[in-house]
Each structure stands twice: as structure tokens, then as C-alpha cells.
């Protein structure tokens, strides 16, 4: 595992903005890819935005348009920007990465701890 920290959640009001950041420690080669995911009361965990290494992003349809994901190379951390709140966005949101430690390593997949989202209507 390589530890991923998680921060930025918390409680918004409906069309409001929240910016998660999750960032990997350690030793870090490459950072394969990039994803946050979501898990609502009661529902499955469900992709929302993947960031590949070759800056190609893709977004679950209900979110597109309202959250970005994005990415800071020399830090290792990824930020998911989401804008105009609404309160089905309401979840725990966990960072994704799939990470070489070293160069020729094996590709190694780590989820944060998961940060709270709340959107009041």
C-alpha cells in the first residue's frame, strides 16, 4: 500500500464548492492513474473521475461539467474540484492511485481513508 491522505470534505450548502486533495507519501516512481470514487447511504461505491498519467480524464455522467480532476506531479497529489453542489452528491469520497514505487516495479493500487461530503439542501 502506499498511504494516500485525504482532505477538503466537509458540509456545503446546495450549488455550493468544496476542493478535495489526496496526496501519496513515500517513495514514488510514477503515478499510473489517478481516480476518486464515492459511496452514498445505502449505495455501491461508483467511479466518479479517473486521471490518467497522460492527462486524459474521464467523469461519471452526473458530474460532468460540475467537478474537475486534476493533478500536481511534483507533490504526487490529485485534487477533485466540484462545483455547484448538489445533494445526491452527498458520500464518502475515497482517492485512488495506481503507483510504481520504482522504476520496474510492480504496479501497486492504494485507496485513501475517505473523506466526508455533505450537501444541504
Known amino acids: 500500500q502506499v498511504p494516500l491522505v485525504e482532505s477538503g470534505g466537509g458540509l456545503v450548502e446546495f450549488g455550493g464548492s468544496l476542493r478535495l486533495s489526496c496526496a501519496a507519501s513515500g517513495p514514488i516512481y510514477s503515478i499510473k492513474a489517478w481516480a476518486w470514487y464515492r459511496q452514498g447511504p445505502g449505495k455501491q461505491r461508483e467511479l466518479v473521475a479517473a486521471l490518467q498519467s497522460s492527462g486524459v480524464a474521464d467523469y461519471e455522467d452526473s458530474v460532468k461539467g460540475r467537478f474537475t480532476i486534476s493533478r500536481d506531479d511534483p507533490s504526487h497529489t490529485v485534487y477533485l474540484q466540484m462545483d455547484r453542489l448538489k445533494p445526491e452528491d452527498t458520500a464518502v469520497y475515497y482517492c485512488?492511485?495506481?503507483?510504481?514505487?520504482?522504476?520496474?516495479?510492480?504496479?501497486?493500487?492504494?485507496w485513501g481513508q475517505g473523506t466526508q461530503v455533505t450537501v444541504s439542501s
Open positions: 485512488f492511485a495506481s503507483v510504481f514505487r520504482w522504476e520496474g516495479s510492480r504496479l501497486i493500487d492504494s
